[in-house]
C-alpha cells in the first residue's frame, strides 16, 4: 500500500519568506508527527497530532512555525518569516495510533532558506 | 532530558563481516526503542522495534537487544553485504510521551 508522502521533496526560497509544507499520512493512521532533520544529525521532534488536535507541540522552535491537521489526514507545517537556520530535512511520520506502533516515516522536504 | 549516543559514528567493514552497533540513552524509563536504517536522500526505514518488557527482537539477519536498566541498546548484523551500507538510527520513547528521541546515527559502509 502506499506509504507517507511529502510534498514538495525540495524547497528552496529566500529569507524572510513563507513556506507550508506537506505530508499525507498512510490511509487510516490516527498519529501523524513532524520531525527536522539537519545535517549529520538525528530527526529532532516538532509536533505530534492525535486526530485533528495538536497533543504535543513542544518541539517547536519558536511561534513562526506552526502546523495544522484540519481533517484529521493531511497535515500542513508552516513557516513564517523563514530564516537561514531553518535548512533542514522536514521530516513527516504517521502511526495507526497506539504507543506501540511503530512510526512510518515519508521521503522528506529538503527546505534551504538562502 | 532523555539523550541518545551512538557509537561508533562511522564504521567500514569488509563484506561478510558480522557487526555491532551500539546505543545508550541516559533514561532509563522508555516505553520502547526503535532501529531504523536511512539510505541518503531518504526517509527512515524502521528495522526493529522492543518493548520496554523485551530483550531482543529478531529479522533475518538482524538482531536488536535491549538492556532498560544499565540504558543500552545494540544492533547486530550478521554476514553484512554492501546493500547494508546506510545510517543506522536509534530512537528512544520515554513512557508518557509519543516523540521519539533519536541518537546522530552510525554511518555503516560494507566494502564489497
Known amino acids: 500500500g502506499a506509504g507517507v508522502s511529502q510534498t514538495p521533496s525540495n524547497k528552496v526560497t529566500e529569507k524572510g519568506k513563507y513556506v507550508e509544507l506537506r505530508c499525507d499520512p498512510i490511509?487510516?493512521?490516527?498519529?501523524l508527527y513532524w520531525y527536522r532533520q539537519s545535517l549529520g544529525q538525528g530527526p529532532e521532534f516538532l509536533i505530534y497530532?492525535?486526530?485533528?488536535?495538536?497533543?504535543?507541540d513542544s518541539g517547536l522552535p519558536n511561534d513562526r512555525f506552526f502546523a495544522v491537521r484540519p481533517e484529521g489526514s493531511v497535515s500542513t507545517l508552516k513557516i513564517q518569516r523563514t530564516e537561514r537556520g531553518d535548512s533542514a530535512v522536514y521530516l513527516c511520520a504517521s502511526s495507526p495510533g497506539t504507543s506501540r506502533d511503530t512510526q512510518y516515516f515519508g521521503p522528506g522536504t529538503r527546505l534551504t532558506v538562502l | 532530558k532523555q539523550e541518545v549516543t551512538q557509537i561508533p559514528a562511522a564504521l567500514s567493514v569488509p563484506e561478510g563481516e558480522n557487526l555491532v552497533l551500539n546505543c545508550s540513552f541516559t533514561?532509563?524509563?522508555?516505553?520502547?526503542l526503535q532501529w531504523f536504517r536511512q539510505d541518503p536522500g531518504k526517509g527512515l526505514t524502521s528495522l526493529l522495534l522492543?518493548?520496554?518488557?523485551?530483550r531482543e527482537q529478531t529479522s533475518g539477519r538482524l538482531n536488536a537487544s535491549l538492556d532498560k536498566s544499565s540504558g543500552r541498546s545494540t544492533l547486530y548484523i550478521a554476514a553484512s553485504q554492501p546493500g547494508d551500507s546506510a545510517t543506522y538510527l536509534c530512537?528512544?520513547?520515554?513512557?508518557?510521551?509519543?516523540?521519539?528521541?533519536f541518537g546522530k546515527g552510525t554511518k555503516l559502509t560494507v566494502n564489497p
Open positions: 490511509s487510516g493512521h490516527t498519529a
Open positions: 530512537a528512544v520513547k520515554k513512557s508518557g510521551s509519543e516523540k521519539l528521541v
Open positions: 497530532f492525535q486526530g485533528t488536535g495538536a497533543a504535543d
Open positions: 533514561d532509563s524509563a522508555i516505553y520502547n
Open positions: 522492543i518493548q520496554s518488557s523485551q
